[in-house]
């Protein structure tokens, strides 16, 4: 019998008070489409439609901390995207939850980057085929360290940005989400049984565009560490 494989479990590591702790175990990692309304526009969508879901794997989450990551430029794409996104962790789970469960649910926020192999992805919905290549690739989803909610007072009334060698392409509002944090788990939970561990990709902003090798990436929200990506 050959040497069974070794997969350690995915640990996203924890800032501020929490960072000595081990990390926060993953579970899944789930995102939403076309949250914020002005980038619902910019890719074809009109009015408050429900929340749509997609996945990537845990094991595509490249982690960063405090110094600035070099991200290798993914392979089978010419037109990778950024999509700036706050990430949510959630300690608790069940289904159909109620807004007000949802958001007991919360263990802590990240930043992270939904990166999206956009040729890739237009290619497979113009083909009527499923999105994974364009979405849940190597790498497809760096993210900062998790800050329990309890350090990030107001944090929903702030906003994200992201930069890109130093101009701003992606900026909004929290309160332009359509469908609100809370709202988004509560959605999520009519569909899966949420869990402990579960990671939520909440949505982007406008302003998603392409990468080149030598572009450095700056995400941030009021009260996270940035996160600083190097294209590479
Ligand atoms: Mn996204």
Not at 88 to 110: D, E, F, P, R
Request: charged share 20%.
């Amino acid at each position: 019998m050959k040497a069974l494989p070794v997969v350690r479990p995915v640990l996203l590591p924890l800032g501020g008070a929490a960072a000595a702790s081990s990390g926060f175990a993953v579970n899944r990692v789930f995102c939403v489409g076309r949250n914020y309304a002005d980038h619902a526009v910019e890719m074809g969508a009109s009015g408050r439609e429900p929340p749509f879901f997609f996945m990537k794997p845990p094991q595509s989450l490249f982690l960063v901390g405090d110094q600035t990551a070099q991200w290798p430029y993914p392979m089978a794409t010419e037109d990778c995207h950024h999509e700036v996104e706050l990430v949510v962790g959630l300690s608790s789970g069940g289904t159909n939850l109620s807004v007000s469960q949802a958001s007991a649910a919360i263990w802590g926020y990240a930043i992270g980057l939904d990166m999206t192999r956009r040729d890739r992805q237009a290619q497979m919905k113009k083909e009527g085929k499923s999105w994974e290549i364009g979405k849940a690739f190597d790498r497809a989803a760096p993210i900062g360290p998790l800050l329990p909610v309890e350090s990030l007072p107001g944090l929903l009334d702030q906003g994200i940005s992201l930069t890109v060698n130093g101009e701003v392409r992606q900026k909004g509002e929290f309160s332009q989400m359509i469908w609100s944090v809370a709202e988004t788990i509560a959605e999520l939970s009519k569909a899966w049984e949420i869990q402990p561990g579960d990671l939520i990709y909440t949505g982007t902003p406008a302003g998603v565009g392409p990468v080149s090798r030598g572009d450095l990436l700056v995400a941030s929200v009021p009260g996270l560490p940035d996160l600083r990506l190097q294209v590479s």
